[in-house]
């Protein structure tokens, strides 16, 4: 299974991005998926997650400001990114619970994107 991320980018304070990650491979179901950041020198942390059903959970700091949503049918998820402050630059990387069929065993694995790269900056 692999999480393909994209979307990044350098943007103006203010400005907006719209990340995405699918994943592929050998996939029964996704159960929850997100996004987390981490700048340079600081702990990977949560920005948001959605689960299966859609109900999104976002850090206080993001809130009213980002959207997250999926498509199921393409095992995508989205982070919509708004009103963007120099705060927010970092890698942002992708976050999947995969449900898989291995030798006949039914078991879930989480897995991590590549990371994309968001800069917001004048």
């Known amino acids: 299974v692999q999480l393909q991320a994209s979307g990044g980018g350098l943007v103006q304070p203010g400005g907006s991005l719209r990340l995405s990650c699918a994943a592929s491979?050998?996939?029964?179901?996704?159960?929850?998926m997100g996004w987390y950041s981490q700048a340079p020198g600081k702990q990977r942390e949560l920005v948001a997650t959605?689960?299966?059903?859609?109900?999104?959970t976002y850090a206080d700091s993001v809130k009213g400001r980002f959207t997250i949503s999926r498509d199921n049918a393409k095992n995508t998820v989205y982070l919509q990114m708004s009103t963007l402050k120099p705060e927010d630059t970092a890698v942002y990387y992708c976050?999947?619970?995969?449900?898989?069929?291995?030798?006949?065993?039914?078991?879930?694995?989480?897995?991590w994107g590549q990371g994309t790269q968001v800069t917001v900056s004048s």
């Open positions: 491979g050998s996939i029964l179901s996704i159960n929850t």
């Open positions: 976050n999947a619970d995969v449900t898989r069929s291995t030798s006949g065993l039914v078991l879930q694995y989480n897995y």
């Open positions: 959605i689960t299966s059903g859609g109900t999104p």
